[in-house]
């Protein structure tokens, strides 16, 4: 016998509930989790040591259903185990407001530990989620005080296995040993456009073989539990090799259409529905029933789980007795606080201070912030450290003990040219608590990921991304690698901070501001090239997002000149034009748009005042600045190769340019009669 | 022997050049370059037929110098052979206005195929351009007449290796078995990092073996010429799989740090040129020297390659006589110029036909202009084709004969679920020239291949992204699939129009403009929900980017509503309820916001007429939109799931709430004394 029948009962309940839900949903897919039941069953009845009583319990092990999109699956497995996800909830299947949306969400559900659904992001947020592990195991674990060691499994399909940031992501898994992540992978041979012989051919486990993953293959997934059972086992056994178990199954198994597309992305037909209850001894007459006895077996798993839980919450109170240094910053880390009085060590600066690129600067606070205060900053670069300027002198970096090349406990993760990876590696970084990652690569590649960073803003999760080469600035590089769209995609981009600090206190400050949200990633839009430090500028100004530079401004201006990072400068220059001319001029640093737009309307209002027209300098693209100016001096078209200096010729960002606009935008303003206020008091965007 | 005298001489010719050039623009990659020379003299000698006298050659093979970075060997490869680079084009190696840029642009550099430079692209790039090369010869091909039969080759780095892009994009070119692609993969074990022991360890080898791909590996990189001759032989022997050559070199060879990561992105100092020179046989008091034999052997190569170009242009004389329709067609496609009268094969609609999703009217372009005008139209989706409706009925998949799923005449192309992929290789299709690529993904999915999208444009490419699932209206997938930034990007991304059409016509008028435009790549945002036909609505009026819909518009409104795509009708329903309260009311569908920008300011301004508040309504971000118009109805969340019309309602996205602000935006102009205009004369952005 392969498979009990008691697990085959639950087996078939999954199956049954899920051909319900989307049902009564009249949307979503029932296919892949009434293919998955039989693993996911094995999974979770034997080895994923989830507590509902306990859902954040640091100690459990993490469930990733990379293929988000059978979530029906996953939200009856919570609703079995006892999580707070009633038989209501699972009717309310993808309605607005629901703990049960379309795809699983971290932010709606307990015991979601990975916002999923776009493919092939689960996948990479589980190898974040075992670094985490290995890393906070490494930091932490005593003899005898085994605080972290739990794994993560991981579910995927075909639809993940296509995708580059899991090729990405498995490429990096294989090469940091990560014996604790076990995926499973549903070899079930369906895409959307049919059979995978369309489009996806590769030899999938040789692949793996070739990352250095440890690899089994199971043919029949639709029935034989105990296989599965022993796969898990053996891949457990594996300690210096993150393990890929293929498992053939059928999708939709059970349907009239099993092994079939048409099962993939909507409801069974009723008829359907009811052939299926019946072959699996359901009356067909009655909806979303969960036998009692299904019930008990998966109640008394979740017992398990919670002795298991409570005896690991004994450990951290003997832990915290015997280690109360170590215990005490677990706790705080855990609790997502930051170090009392780390904001001090954040350098600050005068004009004094000799011209440094915001890349370097950030460097600064990285070197005081990671190795002397908050030890929870993990950081890493995709392949450019040098340029990033994104590790401090004394890193660690974080490699499998063996290589000779770091540690576990090391805190600086070499990602590799793997931007999409890094992106959604962070993101299960973050997820797992207690760790804060940071990662760099060129502003231009952010969009190489965007799909995970899109995720890290609607996860809610803390991530800094480390942008340098912010611009046109770059030089020499040329189009291909200078940002002009990039920071228009990023204040569009809800609960998403974009700091383009102008210096050093600036770069401070956005750092400050980044850290402080902890439910927020900011982007860093950082420098190649030098910048003066500005008279006026301060760390505490950069939490409002814009502020008038006063040293640098005159009462009763003319004109107002905003501008971000290293135009902030050039619009210090283009006032000192203005002013030769006997302009009054204004001065404003605008660091974060989306901080500024948290201000009070009054306080807007009083740095771009009324009647005083406004000049928007950027060297990135205009759009998105007619909120901010009547008047934008900034690109248009891409960029183009060259010293920096003459790029910015070439392109008109020019102290000189700055000032005629303004003048220009004097005289047009004077000619209309009035001057329009940037702030009317309506809409859902003031 | 393994080099022959002169081949040695040629290769530290190009290493002593790289050297030089690099110094001289005191920026640069010169490691890539030097350890390069061997094969890229081998391949360029012996394999690769271009002809700088016929630079646009249909039948020339296609190179791709995937690692872009070293470009200084591609432009001395393209001054060796005779292309337009000169000396002096050298020296201004990375300056403002060269033609030799810091990455190789095809749309500076005669004799470069395709942009790269941001890992990964060259690629798949390449794989594009060897679908094309199979796609072209399926079609014109005859007997005796081998119109298209050339090779594509590529170099490619460890850089590349690691990227996401890349594999998928390999992947698919394994299964489509795409035997005329030979990629060099430079095992030089060096990236920005240091040594790829700190990321990359895989066995790149084994997995290309796995993606179905022929493999060969050399050692000896930096000597044996003769072996990589043999190998590349070898390789095009192999006629149903690409071939991946491994070649190990080092870094910098003859450098005094070769092998380090020193050598990679900053120019050797003078000292250790001047060794270099004096290794080779070079004078090292001399820059920017060529000897005489150098030049005289790749002379002699473009030579024979100009015999073979003009055997070719012979052939197709005779092509074009034998097969007059054919090579008709060919030479018209080879133009890029679109069958005369193809316009008139675009549906066009009234009120009265039934309301209908915009992907489903893309359809219905796509099922007329593809089928039965434009036969270089060549489709795809990446694993949606039944969402996307990308598919004509009429379709056949390009697919190698032997899978009896398709034929390389087939012009519908199953990327599978590899959006990064699907961009890059249409760029590939794109720039092959006879061409033009269209493919299909969830417009939230577009991000999740930006690093290519952005290069489609920076290239002046035509292709066109068809995006459904637009906005909040997709519904249950939620807001993991909701598209909420999208469109704020693909806006400030220069030389690229977003189309979000309303309606029947717009959406024909939309594929219309694109099409027209053979430099410029767009995005059409297409609807999954059903949209009524609107009274007003033209083709041609889409060019003109927005327009008034005059039957559905009052004389001398007190207010405009903006709106494009799905929130046209909600505005028009908005207009409706303002006229109950006596309101008089403009509606302006503004499918296009970059052509609108294109239009005469008077023209702008008659639209959005001084004195006219204008409020815009679209279901995405409202950031941007505040160049339109006063106040914006839309997003400045992420989405939701459940039914799409309970989504718009959560959101406030509806009539009345239109109508509402109306009304508000009326009263707040009326109180403030004036209406500010959107469009002043002055800055880049007007």
């Not at 899920?18 to 949903?25: E, K, L, Y």
């Not at 034989?224 to 898990?232: H, T």
């Not at 900011?522 to 040293?551: D, F």
């Not at 210090?572 to 640093?589: P, W």
Request: charged letters at 20%; a negative charge; one cysteine or more.
């Amino acid at each position: 016998m392969v498979t009990t029948e008691i697990d085959q009962r639950c087996i078939n309940t999954i199956r049954v509930l899920a051909a319900d839900i989307t049902r009564g949903a009249n949307s979503g897919h029932p296919g892949a989790p009434m293919g998955l039941a039989p693993m996911a069953n094995t999974l979770f009845l034997n080895h994923v040591r989830v507590d509902p009583k306990n859902p954040h319990w640091p100690g459990r092990d993490r469930f990733v259903l990379s293929n988000g999109h059978a979530c029906a699956l996953q939200y009856i497995l919570l609703h079995f185990l006892g999580f707070k996800l009633s038989m209501d909830d699972l009717k309310k299947f993808r309605h607005v407001g629901s703990i049960t949306p379309g795809h699983p969400e971290r932010t709606h559900t307990e015991g979601i530990e990975v916002t999923t659904g776009p493919l092939g992001q689960g996948i990479a947020n589980a190898v974040g989620l075992a670094i985490a592990e290995q890393s906070m195991a490494a930091t932490f674990n005593k003899p005898d005080y085994p605080i972290f060691d739990n794994y993560t499994y991981v579910i995927l399909g075909d639809g993940c296995m296509q995708e580059g940031v899991q090729s990405e992501a498995c490429s990096l898994a294989g090469h940091l040993q990560l014996g604790k992540l076990i995926a499973l992978y549903d070899d079930n041979h369906i895409t959307i456009d049919g059979d995978t012989a369309v489009s996806f051919t590769e030899d999938v486990v040789k692949r793996f073989e070739a990352y250095g993953w440890h690899t089994q293959v199971l043919t029949d997934g639709d029935h034989d539990s105990s296989s599965m059972e022993e796969a898990v086992e053996k891949a457990k056994a594996v300690t210096d090799k993150p393990s890929l178990i293929k498992i053939q199954t059928t999708i939709g198994y059970g349907s009239k259409n099993q092994g079939e597309e048409k099962v993939h992305g909507s409801p069974l037909d009723p008829d359907d529905i009811k052939q299926l209850k019946e072959k699996f001894g359901f009356n067909p007459d009655e909806n979303y029933v969960v036998p009692p006895e299904v019930y008990d077996r998966y109640h008394a798993r979740a017992d398990e789980c919670d002795i298991m839980a409570k005896k690991w919450n004994k450990m951290l109170e003997s832990y915290c007795q015997d280690y109360p240094k170590e215990g005490a910053d677990l706790k705080r880390r855990l609790e997502g606080k930051l170090p009392d009085g780390w904001e001090n060590y954040l350098p600050r600066y005068t004009p004094k201070d000799p011209p440094t690129a915001t890349r370097k600067l950030s460097e600064a606070v990285i070197e005081k912030v990671a190795s002397e205060v908050i030890p929870e900053l993990i950081g890493g670069s995709a392949d450019l450290t040098g340029s990033n300027n994104t590790r401090w002198k004394t890193a660690t970096d974080f490699q499998a003990p063996t290589t000779k090349l770091g540690q576990y406990g090391g805190r600086y993760i070499r990602y590799g040219v793997r931007e999409h990876a890094m992106h959604a590696i962070m993101n299960g970084i973050a997820a797992y608590q207690g760790l804060i990652p940071f990662g760099g690569t060129f502003l231009n590649f952010l969009t190489y990921g965007w799909g995970a960073a899109r995720l890290t803003a609607l996860s809610n999760l803390r991530v800094i991304y480390v942008m340098t080469h912010d611009s046109i600035g770059l030089g020499e590089d040329g189009p291909t690698h200078q940002p002009i769209e990039s920071l228009a995609l990023t204040r569009a981009t809800p609960n998403m901070l974009t700091f383009r600090p102008a210096d050093g206190n600036e770069t401070s400050g956005a750092y400050m501001a980044a850290l402080k949200r902890d439910k927020t990633p900011s982007i860093l839009a950082l420098t190649r090239q030098n910048l003066p430090h500005l008279a006026g500028s301060s760390l505490e100004a950069v939490e409002k997002g814009g502020y008038i530079l006063e040293p640098l401004s005159d009462a009763n201006p003319d004109i107002a000149l905003v501008a971000t990072g290293s135009e902030v400068s050039i619009a210090v220059d283009g006032a000192e034009i203005l002013r030769k001319n006997g302009v009054k001029v204004r001065v404003v640093s605008m660091p974060c748009t989306e901080l500024f737009d948290e201000q009070p309307i009054e306080y807007r209002r009083s740095v771009l005042e009324k009647g005083i027209p406004v000049v928007a300098v950027e060297a990135l693209s205009t759009f998105g600045w007619q909120k901010y100016s009547h008047a934008q001096v900034g690109m248009v078209t891409f960029g183009a190769s060259g010293q920096y200096k003459e790029v910015y010729e070439y392109f008109n960002i020019t102290p000189q340019h700055v000032a005629n606009m303004g003048q220009d935008v004097i005289k047009y303003f004077k000619d209309y009669g009035s001057i329009p206020e940037l702030f009317p008091q309506f809409g859902p965007c003031t």
